[in-house]
Every structure is written in C-alpha cells, then in structure tokens.
C-alpha cells in the first residue's frame, strides 16, 4: 500500500468493508474480527498505527478496538481479534500516520487484512451460510507465457469435487 501521506504532519486513510451478509451469525454473538497488517517507517521517527471502527448498516457507531502502532524502521506484522459488536453491518479500517521529525510523513501500510469469522468453527473464511461446499479454483497454463501471437490456454475440465480434474484439450486464441 505505501504511506499514508505525503509532507502533511497526520494523514488518514479509510476503508469500509460491507459485512452485512453475515447478520445472522454476527447478531448471535458467535463472530470475531481478525485483522493486522505490516507497518513500518523510514527514520523511526514518524507513527503508522491501525484500528478497527464498526457501525451499523446506517453507519451508526457501536465502538472500536485499540489503535496499533509502532516506531519500527522495519516491516513489522502487527494483528489482533476482537468480537464483532450486535448490529454490526460496517466494519472500517481506520489507518493514521503522524509526522514528528523531518519534511515527509513516512507512515507505511503493507499486506494488511481483514477476515470475519467463528473462530470455534471447522470452516475457514467465515461464511455464514450452512455446509456451503467450496469449489476449487482450477489452474490454467498458458504456453507460451507471456503470450504472442498464438497462445494455448490448457485447464481442468469439468470441475468436480468428488473426481480427480480431467485436462479438457488446449485452446488456441
């Protein structure tokens, strides 16, 4: 992602991630949110830091977790959980970045995250829709890569989870 902001003393930057399709499970009290990025800084001087703000579906605020910071000149994994609040349809990654030594703000932000779920279920990625199946993503090959003039695209085909893929011919374009 880079930094927050350029030669500004704070700089802001907000993302609303719409989680309204889990109403069900977050509204019986049984969701956490797990979240965490890598932030760093360039002299150690200037503070990146993250949190978590969570709103109803008409952006009403129900409260948010502790800001997460760090002077490390390094890339360092910062990441926590917390439960999802009752009513939750918005949850926003507030990130900040302060300047306190120098002429630019080197506040940085890489690789962060954001994964909703039960954390005593079998299932991973938090759906909350019942024995929902998961369907493999097929590999496609392309000969030659990068392409030309002519390429072939070869893939498993048909998808099935019960079967082994079988290769369907290759595709000239």
Known sequence: MGGVCN?????LALQDVDVSSFADSI??????AQWGGFLSNWGGD???SFKLNFF???MIALGSTEEYSTLNNTWTLLDNSAPIP???GIIQMELTGTRFAGSDNDSYFDDLFLFVGNPNSDCEG???IENAE?????TALTQPNPWSKETFISYPFPLSTSDAPHTHPSMLF
């Open 46 to 48: 200037d503070i990146p």
């Open 7 to 11: 030669d500004h003393e704070f700089g």
């Open 86 to 88: 009752l009513n939750t």
């Open 56 to 58: 109803t579906s008409g």
């Open 126 to 128: 938090g759906s909350s």
């Open 134 to 138: 998961v369907l493999p993503i097929p």
């Open 27 to 32: 509204n019986a009290g049984n969701y956490l």
